[in-house]
């Protein structure tokens, strides 16, 4: 994260004031305390401390949201993110508690805040539908998410400024499984994933957000379609340009071993392009249960406290997928090649949630693809989007997780 910026009449801190004037007094007289971007959604992440608990109900109705005469400017930076592309027998139903959404944010607010402001662009209609969706999974379970508050007028989202903000509690703990990977941390994790399976899979949502939140059926997952269709452009369009730019670079640029990684990571793409591509066409084919699911759950979306998980964050990703696509992109980014790791986390869940064999066969395919997409995807947007994606913090290593990975891949170990 990163410091807000101090002048107080900076754009970014005059938006976060207006927007929460339509939040209860509590809320209103929080002090912004850091800043980052929220990873899948590109979202700006505003940390908000609470000076003392709320008087008032979260969802009282009245008041207007403030009305801006210009878009909002964001600091140099602010946009970039580091998430790599996301690309998806039952016991009785839980019903959630009755009563509203409004009535279920109806408690004081306390301690610390998350801002969220959209990328222009964001549709509405979206943002409600998930907002919809992580109140009833929240109330089902219950489960460690954050659930949107509703401002003074009982909307979860603010249009403000060009873009659409809303608020929800900051979940405490840390995401450090890869400092502590203890078997004991990984086998509650499953157990909970397929708690949250079990439940989203009887989510019925209301036909506006069907789009988004399906029901349950069987058919070939989405991601696999996905992901084949983002690989054949690859392929196609610009596997052979990204290359030539990267050479361009050698020799000439102010960081050799940016080149060099990158380089390298082009080329082991490129010989495994054609193979990956192979297994998603004939994963195209496989019937599997899509239900309401994550989608974008890795380990920096996970937080801990101890051995428990004590948050779920930045759900801006689920919608209707396979749940082979959340355990793919869970365990790839948690025990990466560890064949023992992902056999103790799969026999956990399958304790809890059966899988089909179809299932079984689509996590791997869905792990690779994932790990080369995401190779090519850093590529793609710092040389031939021009966007500067390997100069930020920390992406340099995460290409060359991804490129160990590679390697492995190549050496079918796999």
């Not at 929220?38 to 008041?63: H, I, K």
């Not at 054609?274 to 937080?303: C, F, G, M, N």
Request: proline share 9%; net charge neutral.
């Amino acid at each position: 994260m990163q410091s807000l910026p101090s002048d107080p009449a900076h754009p970014l801190r005059q938006s976060i004031r207006e927007v929460l004037q339509v939040y209860p007094e509590t809320v209103r007289a929080s002090r912004p305390l850091r800043l980052a971007t929220g990873g899948f959604s590109g979202a700006v992440v505003v940390q908000l401390s609470l000076p003392r608990p709320a008087a008032e109900p979260v969802a009282s109705l009245g008041g207007e949201p403030p009305v801006a005469s210009s878009p909002l400017i964001l600091p140099a930076g602010t946009p970039g993110e580091l998430a790599e592309p996301a690309l998806d027998t039952p016991g009785p139903a839980t019903e959630p508690p009755s009563g509203s959404l409004s009535d279920s944010l109806s408690a004081p607010l306390t301690g610390l805040m998350c801002l969220r402001c959209w990328p222009q662009g964001t549709e509405r209609r979206r943002l409600d539908a998930l907002h919809r969706f992580v109140d009833w999974l929240s109330r089902c379970g219950p489960f460690p998410v954050a659930v949107p508050v509703r401002n003074l007028q009982g909307q979860t989202v603010t249009p403000h400024a060009g873009r659409l903000w809303h608020l929800e509690p900051w979940l405490p703990g840390t995401a450090d499984f890869h400092e502590q990977p203890e078997p004991e941390r990984l086998q509650h994790l499953m157990r909970l994933l397929a708690r949250v399976h079990e439940t989203a899979a009887r989510y019925e949502a209301p036909s506006a957000d069907s789009q988004w939140f399906s029901r349950a059926v069987v058919q070939p997952s989405p991601a696999v379609q996905t992901r084949r269709k983002l690989l054949e452009c690859w392929i196609q369009q610009k596997q052979d340009e990204a290359a030539a730019r990267i050479r361009r670079e050698v020799g000439r640029d102010s960081s050799p071993e940016q080149t060099r990684l990158a380089e390298d990571a082009a080329r082991k793409v490129a010989r495994l392009a054609v193979p990956v591509l192979t297994e998603l066409k004939q994963a195209e084919s496989l019937p599997v249960r899509v239900s309401p699911v994550l989608r974008d759950i890795w380990h920096d979306h996970v937080l801990w406290n101890g051995r428990e998980v004590s948050g779920l964050i930045d759900l801006s990703a689920a919608g209707t997928e396979s749940a082979a696509a959340d355990l793919s992109r869970l365990l790839g980014s948690l025990a990466e090649d560890d064949r023992s790791l992902w056999q103790l986390a799969l026999e956990e869940y399958r304790l809890h949630r059966r899988m089909t064999p179809e299932e079984e066969t689509l996590v791997p395919i869905l792990d690779r693809s994932g790990v080369l997409l995401s190779a090519a995807g850093w590529i793609d947007r710092h040389y031939l989007q021009n966007r500067g994606s390997l100069s930020l913090p920390g992406a340099l290593s995460r290409l060359a997780g991804l490129t160990v990975r590679l390697d492995r891949m190549l050496s079918g170990r796999v």
